[in-house]
């Protein structure tokens, strides 16, 4: 059952092949076979799932309508709060923090009968390309127990991975949805900056904080994504526009390719780049996209600016951690940060109140933004040449763990992936192949503003051409 | 002892105002907007700063804020934002604030006040919306914080530099309060804090063109500690100066006991705040037709009232200022107005004869409804003298239930003399008494006349109608 897709696994359900029961029992049971050695979650949600499953199967049983999710076990990344459960964030500051309220995705998968799992592992706040900056453990790659799962939404990407379930949650600020998913053979979709409620995500950084799918096939993320892509009043940034399902046309697809800034690709990559290109048969343009070789340093200015304030509120005070060495306040403050927070965490907060100090903010903050502006016209110029931007999602497959120990060596992985959040577009990665070492390659595929229903529809086309088996073995 | 000078300097002070609008709910959550509830009550996920809470901005709060910046003649901004200001003290939710930086959403304004009887016009530099932040309560042992005020939308108001006086930032202070009261958009209770103001001061020699080093004085809960701490504060800076001691950038409070200002923190560097827009919400945009929506619906405001009492009511400015400053003064005034024509009097008696009657009471005006306009249509009418009113007023203040006419018609000491037979006998006897005044209106003293009317009036015990005195002494003493 594990290799069966979502909407798949709720249309068996409904016409009564499948028990939610049976699902869940399924899926716990897969779980306790593997999870020991992946290390995808930070809290299975046993009890609460099959609870929810019964009360599912009376429902099934009184005839009652079923939603587009029934019966379909979901996980989600352990920044999104479900109502009761501990939010941890990946981090030990948050290790007794019970989420006061659901997220507005919570919500959402609820009311269309999706099955709550579990919580993913994460790196700490979202911070990090390879889920070993989590305060608990480390996640493995399904592919290769050696390797990464890719991060930060890395938890996500291997329990979709390892067949644990057929969809998880997370959210991109400058990959951590598409990286992990390149990395683990899954699909992985950020939608348009605002498509999505970030009501009940913990921040990150505002502006570039995104929720989306990560799943086996691309029809099953355009399913949640038709669920989750709706206006939320909670959210200021959130788009009052519905979902804009794809219209069939008969144009063949224009795919931009910035040659230039695809330069300094590795080899096998970049055959397998080309080779992606073949198999889409659509046309190839040359895009101008060179300002992209600024995002990672503007991205590292902007999301440690807006983090360094995020994480402000968690200071010992109303909740989460606070040190027992603490006598005063400036104690409460001081140790409490120290203990609960991991060194990536706290080099994010520095950075981000040294860029917006005074007497550096114009040189660092303020200059970033101006760049930011400059990549979202780049993009756009490219949009008017193109239909789609296509990159590598990654630089290079999945790597050892502990093999990266340098942080700007680990903030290169995102160099594709860093600019669309940057510039608030939907992007899709879809697995492209493997390596000769039989690791999954992802082809990352970019779409104008508000063209997610597009952005999913391409990546479906190269799919069912490309026909893939990406089931790794456990 | 150095001789100190006090007015070769010229102080220079602006206010910070800082005004808690009165919405339904906060600025940017739904939780109510309520002073005096239990501690952690009014309180939701964004006014405890959780995880993955969200701010929402409450409309409402724009539009008082709009109000406010069409009422002080200030340009509303079409396009202004929020930014984070970062702090961390306890009390503030997400440890920085959300307030507006360099895009506030009225820009300029001037406030007409009355000063001494002469109208001055103050500037204001902007005014934005930022959310309050919540309270600590110290106990014994330890310190809890109660976040019912936390979000709670403000507008602070800021002045320019343009004050040289404590009672012109008084003047100033009390305008500012009297249109948002004006207005409803505040309770502006400086005693429950929904009118808070920090007042920058600092001193220069006369002629001086620079600014020298302000310091700013922080909780000042009246108008009358504001006007002796900014008075006590001058005081300090010109001896300071004057003894070659340096002034340093600092906030003071004002010790009423002392009536010192007190250092509480000494400012070394400005704060750095680390100010830059607030990514969770977006920008406010304003079209043109709803700020001109806003103004055409202002109600009347103090300055054109004033104006209105001064030209069509011809009231002393004085009397005009003192009943505008006050909204529930000029309200029950203008309801007042309705039964009694007579405007002069009526704010005479409002003004003084009552106010000063209740000051000790608890009583209010508001409880006597129409009772004081129509104990001013009954002098005015000839029913009874001024002086048989102030007995009656003394009446009113023990029974506010009974109103003039009843008692005038209970007690028959209130009935007037209006009899020439009544009245006659008491003057012949007045000028019996007085030879000498007699001798003087005589010589051409008319002062002498005022006096005999006086005697009467006061051996008649006030019942006397003044005009029939005036008509009959002039008769007998042509």
Redo the contacts between chains.
């Keep these: 059952m594990h290799d069966t897709s979502a909407h798949e696994l709720a249309d068996r359900f409904k016409k009564g092949e499948l028990s939610a029961v049976q699902i869940v029992e399924a899926c716990l049971k897969r779980i306790a076979l593997h999870e020991p050695k992946i290390g995808a979650f930070l809290k299975v949600l046993n009890e609460r799932a099959l609870r929810k499953a019964e009360e599912l199967d009376k429902k099934r049983k009184g005839g009652k309508p079923l939603g587009k999710l029934a019966g379909v076990p979901v996980a989600l990344k352990d920044n999104?709060?479900i109502k009761g459960e501990i939010?941890s964030?990946g981090s030990k500051f948050?290790s007794n923090?019970k989420?006061?309220?659901d997220?507005t995705v919570t919500r959402l998968l609820e009311e269309e009968d999706a099955i709550l799992i579990g919580k993913t592992n994460m790196d700490e706040f979202a911070m990090g390309s390879s889920t070993e900056n989590s305060a608990y453990h480390i996640t493995k790659n399904p592919w290769d127990l050696k390797c990464t799962p890719g991060g930060s939404s890395g938890g996500a990407g291997a329990a979709v991975a390892a067949g644990f379930c057929p969809i998880a949650l997370g959210s991109d600020t400058g990959g951590s949805i598409r990286q992990p998913a390149s990395f683990c053979g899954v699909i992985g979709f950020k939608p348009t900056y605002g498509r999505v409620s970030?009501?009940?995500?913990?921040?990150f950084?505002?502006?570039l904080d995104q929720i989306g799918p990560l799943t086996t096939n691309v029809q099953d993320a355009t399913l949640v994504m038709e669920i989750l892509g709706k206006h939320c009043?909670?959210?200021?940034?959130s788009l009052n526009l519905p979902w804009k399902p794809h219209k069939e046309d008969k144009k063949k697809l224009r795919i931009g390719v910035p040659k230039k800034f695809l330069e300094d690709l590795p080899d096998e990559t970049r055959e397998n780049f080309e080779d992606a290109l073949k198999i889409f048969g659509a046309q190839v343009v040359d895009v101008d996209l060179d300002i992209l070789k600024a995002s990672i340093a503007i991205y590292y200015i902007l999301s440690s600016?807006?983090a360094?304030?995020n994480l402000?509120?968690?200071?010992g005070?109303?909740?989460g951690m606070r040190s027992a060495r603490a006598t005063t306040?400036e104690e409460v403050?001081d140790f409490s940060k120290q203990e609960g927070f991991g060194p990536e965490v706290k080099q994010r907060i520095l950075l981000g109140?040294y860029v917006?100090?005074?007497g550096y903010?114009d040189a660092y903050?303020k200059k970033a933004q101006r760049v930011r502006t400059l990549v979202i016209e780049q993009f756009r110029k490219a949009f008017e040449i193109c239909d789609l931007v296509a990159m590598p999602t990654t630089p290079s497959p999945t790597f050892p763990l502990g093999s990266i120990a340098d942080p700007v060596q680990m903030y290169l992985q995102d160099i594709y992936t860093i600019c669309v959040n940057i510039a608030g577009l939907p992007a899709i990665s879809v697995p492209s192949g493997f390596s000769k070492e039989k690791k999954p390659f992802g082809l990352q595929l970019i779409g104008p503003l508000l063209k997610d229903a597009e952005v999913l529809h391409a990546a479906h086309l190269f799919e069912q051409k490309a026909n893939l088996k990406l089931s790794p073995q456990l | 002892m150095t001789d100190i000078r006090y007015e070769q300097w010229e102080p220079v002070i602006g206010l910070e105002i800082h005004i808690q609008l009165n919405t339904n709910s906060k600025l940017f959550a739904p939780s109510p907007n309520r002073f005096g509830d239990e501690p952690n009550t009014n309180i939701s996920?964004v006014c405890?700063?959780?995880?993955?809470?969200?701010?929402?901005?409450n409309k409402e709060a724009v539009k008082k804020a709009v109000q406010f910046g069409c009422a002080v003649g200030a340009r509303v901004a079409h396009f202004s934002k929020f930014d984070?200001k970062?702090y961390?003290y306890?009390d503030s939710?997400?440890?920085?604030q959300i307030t507006q930086f360099d895009k506030p959403i009225v820009i300029g304004g001037t406030i007409a006040c009355d000063v001494d009887g002469a109208i001055k016009h103050f500037q204001i530099n902007r005014a934005h919306l930022e959310d309050d932040a919540g309270m600590l309560k110290h106990f014994t042992n330890f310190a809890g914080?109660d976040y019912n005020r936390a979000g709670v939308p403000l507008i602070e108001v800021v002045s320019e530099p343009c004050m040289h006086a404590p009672k012109e930032a008084v003047a100033y202070a009390m305008a500012v309060k009297a249109i948002a009261e004006y207005l409803d958009i505040s309770d502006c209770n400086m005693e429950e804090g929904s009118l808070r103001i920090d007042a920058n001061v600092s001193v220069r020699l006369k002629g001086e063109k620079e600014l020298r080093t302000k310091v700013e004085i922080k909780n000042m809960n009246s108008f009358h500690n504001m006007e002796m701490a900014i008075e006590a504060e001058i005081r300090r800076q010109c001896r300071a100066y004057t003894l070659k001691e340096e002034i340093k950038k600092g906030t003071y409070r004002f010790d009423i006991d002392k009536k010192e200002t007190i250092l509480m923190r000494e400012k070394e560097d400005?704060d750095?705040y680390?100010?830059?827009p607030e990514?969770?919400?977006?920008p406010i945009v304003l079209t043109e037709a709803y700020i001109e929506e806003i103004k055409k619906s202002l109600p009347e405001l103090p300055e054109e009232r004033f104006k209105r009492y001064v030209t069509e009511l011809h009231l002393p400015a004085y009397s005009a200022n003192q009943l505008v400053i006050d909204k529930a003064l000029c309200n029950f005034f203008e309801e007042s107005l309705k039964i009694c024509p007579n405007a002069k009097s009526l704010c005479n008696w409002l003004t003084v004869e009552f106010a000063g009657k209740l000051k000790d009471t608890d009583k209010t005006l508001t409880d006597f409804g129409g009772n004081i306009a129509r104990l001013v249509n009954l002098i005015d009418n000839g029913t009874i003298t001024g002086r048989i009113a102030k007995d009656v007023a003394d009446e009113m203040i023990l029974h506010p239930d009974k109103n003039p006419e009843q008692i005038v018609a209970e007690n028959p000491d209130y009935r007037p003399m209006h009899d020439t037979s009544d009245i006659e006998p008491i003057i012949d006897q007045v000028l019996l008494e007085n030879p000498a005044s007699i001798a003087d209106f005589r010589a051409g003293k008319t002062k002498a006349f005022g006096f005999l009317v006086g005697q009467v009036m006061k051996h008649s015990r006030g019942k006397a109608s003044p005009s029939v005195v005036n008509d009959l002494l002039a008769k007998k003493l042509q």
């Excluded at chain 2, 939710?93 to 920085?96: D, K, Y």
């Design positions: 999104m709060h939010t964030c948050l923090y989420a006061p309220f997220a970030r009501y009940g995500l913990v921040a950084a505002s502006s009043e909670k959210d200021s940034t600016a807006e360094s304030t402000a509120r968690f200071d005070v109303r909740y306040l403050y109140t917006l100090s005074s903010q903050y | 996920e405890t700063g959780q995880p993955g809470s969200l701010p929402v901005l984070r970062s961390f306890p939710p997400r440890n920085f914080v400005a750095d680390r100010y830059f990514p969770d919400l977006v």
